[in-house]
């Protein structure tokens, strides 16, 4: 193949995307599943993990994750997720914002992200807020968390108010980023 040919190639990623909604179908993972769709279309290995159906307790702050392996002691469903997150290129952190804030299963799965979130390096970030009228401090919380990571870029924010469903250019938006991710 001819230099040529490999630059005109788009390399599959492998794409991570995190809905901390408790609701399927909520306005966060709504956009969450426009990401998805738009990353598959384009031919990347892309995930979602709704933490809702996922039975994981809070961070116990034991330490017993500090070790060479990374592995919390509590054999739940966080550790595939971690493993996932190592091994991607893109993570989407997406969440509905209640009292101006990220939601608590979302700041709860960050607490269980201390094994790796210094082990996160040089991944593209994308956020998705959801909220009736306004986002608050919500943001500020998502990019203290990435801002743990080595050489994180943020790609984009989403922040989307109201009934998601009816906003098509959104809806749009969103896709096109997980399509071009």
């Not at 159906?53 to 919390?72: G, H, L, Q």
């Amino acid at each position: 193949m001819s230099q040529k040919q490999k630059r005109g190639l788009k390399m599959s990623k492998k794409v991570v995307v995190i809905s901390s909604s408790p609701r399927k179908g909520g306005n966060s993972d709504t956009l969450c599943d426009e990401f998805v769709k738009g990353a598959k279309d384009a031919g990347h290995d892309a995930c979602k993990y709704f933490l809702e159906d996922i039975e994981f307790s809070s961070c116990k702050a034991c330490y017993k994750c500090k070790t060479p392996e990374m592995k919390c002691f509590q054999d739940d469903g966080i550790a595939e997720i971690l493993d996932d997150m190592m091994q991607a290129d893109v993570i989407v952190y997406a969440t509905p914002v209640y009292y101006y804030e990220m939601c608590g299963t979302l700041k709860m799965f960050f607490d269980r992200c201390y094994p790796i979130f210094r082990h996160l390096e040089n991944k593209d970030m994308y956020i998705i807020l959801a909220a009736g009228s306004s986002c608050g401090d919500a943001l500020t919380g998502i990019r203290s968390f990435i801002g743990f990571s080595k050489n994180p870029t943020e790609k984009e924010v989403f922040e989307v108010f109201g009934n998601v469903k009816s906003q098509k250019d959104e809806l749009k938006k969103v896709y096109d980023a997980g399509y071009n991710c």
